[in-house]
C-alpha cells in the first residue's frame, strides 16, 4: 500500500518564477492537506482540497493556489516566488469527515529554494 | 497569535529515561491532538492521537496525557531510546483536517 507521494523531492527557483507541487494521496483518501514548513519550524496549513474543492484555507496569500484531480491527486502552485517562500511543503492525506477531524498522513515533502 | 504551545523547545535524556513534551492550547474547537516524529529530510509521520473525551491513551512505549479543563496535553516516551533522537511536533486539530502545529521539541536520547 503506497503512502502518501510527493514529486519533485527538491526544486530551486528564483524570485518571481512561479513552481508547481505534486501530491498523490494514500490509497483510500479523498482529501488533501498542502503545509508549509520553515527550518525550525512546524508545518502551517495552507489550505485543503475535497471534491475537486477548496474546503478551508489558512492564512496565506492568493500567491498560493492549488487544484485536486479526479483521482484525488493534488497540485500546489505558487506564484511571484519571494526569499521566504523557500521551504519544506508538505502534503497530507486523510479521508473526508464532515464531523471530526481525522488522521492525516504526510507525504516526505518537496523542499523548495527561492534564490 | 500561537494557537498551540509546545515545551521545551530541546530535551536531553538518558537511554532508559523518560522523555516528556507538553503542549498547551487556546482554541476550545480543537477535536483531535495528535503527535507527530520527524526526522531531518523526512515528513513528519504520526505516533500517536487522542480525542478529547479520553483522558490518557497508550500505545507501546508511547503515552498521551490529556487535561481538557486545563487545555494541556503532553507525551511521554517511556524508555527512551537513542532510535527516538527527532524532532516530536504536537497538533491540534479542527474543522474536519485543517491541523495547528506546536514549534516542535528536539530530542536527543544519549546512550
Known amino acids: 500500500d503506497a503512502g502518501v507521494t510527493q514529486s519533485p523531492t527538491h526544486l530551486i527557483k528564483t524570485r518571481g518564477q512561479q513552481v508547481t507541487l505534486r501530491c498523490s494521496p494514500k490509497s483510500g483518501h479523498d482529501t488533501v492537506s498542502w503545509y508549509q514548513q520553515a527550518l525550525g519550524q512546524g508545518p502551517q496549513f495552507i489550505f485543503q482540497?475535497?471534491?475537486?474543492?477548496?474546503?478551508q484555507r489558512g492564512n496565506f496569500p492568493d500567491r498560493f493556489s492549488g487544484h485536486q484531480f479526479p483521482n484525488y491527486s493534488s497540485e500546489l502552485n505558487v506564484n511571484a516566488l519571494l526569499l521566504g517562500d523557500s521551504a519544506l511543503y508538505l502534503c497530507?492525506?486523510?479521508?473526508?469527515?464532515?464531523?471530526?477531524?481525522?488522521?492525516?498522513?504526510f507525504g516526505p515533502g518537496t523542499r523548495l529554494t527561492v534564490l | 497569535q500561537q494557537q498551540v504551545k509546545q515545551s521545551p523547545q530541546s530535551l536531553i535524556v538518558q537511554k532508559g529515561g523518560i522523555s516528556i513534551i507538553n503542549c498547551a492550547y487556546e482554541?476550545?474547537?480543537?477535536?483531535?491532538f495528535p503527535w507527530y516524529q520527524q526526522f531531518p529530510g523526512k515528513g513528519p509521520a504520526l505516533l500517536i492521537a487522542i480525542r478529547p473525551d479520553v483522558s490518557e491513551k497508550k500505545e507501546g512505549r508511547f503515552t498521551i496525557s490529556f487535561n481538557k479543563s486545563a487545555k494541556q496535553f503532553s507525551l511521554h516516551i517511556m524508555d527512551s531510546q537513542p532510535g527516538d533522537s527527532a524532532t516530536y511536533f504536537c497538533a491540534a486539530g479542527e474543522d474536519a483536517g485543517k491541523s495547528t502545529f506546536g514549534d516542535g521539541t528536539t530530542l536527543t536520547v544519549k546512550p
Open positions: 482554541n476550545t474547537a480543537f477535536d483531535y
Open positions: 482540497y475535497y471534491e475537486e474543492e477548496e474546503r
Open positions: 497530507a492525506s486523510s479521508i473526508w469527515t464532515i464531523t471530526s477531524t481525522d488522521t492525516q498522513y
